[in-house]
């Protein structure tokens, strides 16, 4: 048995994250997934992602354009096409101190938390890579 899907992202409603202003679309419904959580994340000009980790869960970044990550508060250029793997424990998110939208395809596996609490979220106290100057 064959079982697959195709969504196009665009055709997803946007929504904002809880815990930012980032825009989300949520595609982990759509795409009828049950082992992975997937969202498109638009990251626009000046904007930042909640540094966070996941309790359990790894999360994989593709840069659909070019794009920026911090990791433990160190902002990384990430290029166009690039894949970025983010261990459960380590502080991570995205961000964009340029004048251009980045937009990335987010996977979490294993699925923790429901599609619309995207995991449980851990935020630290301090780290924030939203003091980054540039």
């Known amino acids: 048995m064959s079982e697959f899907s195709i969504v196009r992202p665009s055709d997803v409603e946007t929504e904002q994250f809880d815990t930012c202003e980032t825009a989300v ?3 982990t419904e759509p795409l009828g997934c049950t082992e992975t959580r997937v969202n ?3 990251v626009d000009a000046g904007e930042v992602t909640t540094p966070h980790t996941h309790d359990g869960q790894e999360e994989v970044f593709v840069a659909m354009t070019d ?3 911090a990791i433990e508060g160190e902002v990384r250029d990430v290029p166009a096409g690039a894949v970025v793997r983010v261990h459960p ?3 991570r998110n995205l961000c964009n101190y340029t004048d251009e939208t980045h937009v990335w395809i987010a996977v979490g596996a294993p699925p923790v938390g429901t599609v619309d609490d995207f ?3 851990e935020i630290p106290d301090s780290g924030s890579a939203r ?3 540039e």
């Open 25 to 27: 679309r949520k595609l």
């Open 40 to 42: 498109q994340v638009i």
């Open 67 to 69: 794009g920026q990550v």
């Open 89 to 91: 424990e380590t502080v």
């Open 119 to 121: 995991g449980a979220y």
């Open 131 to 133: 003091d980054h100057d």
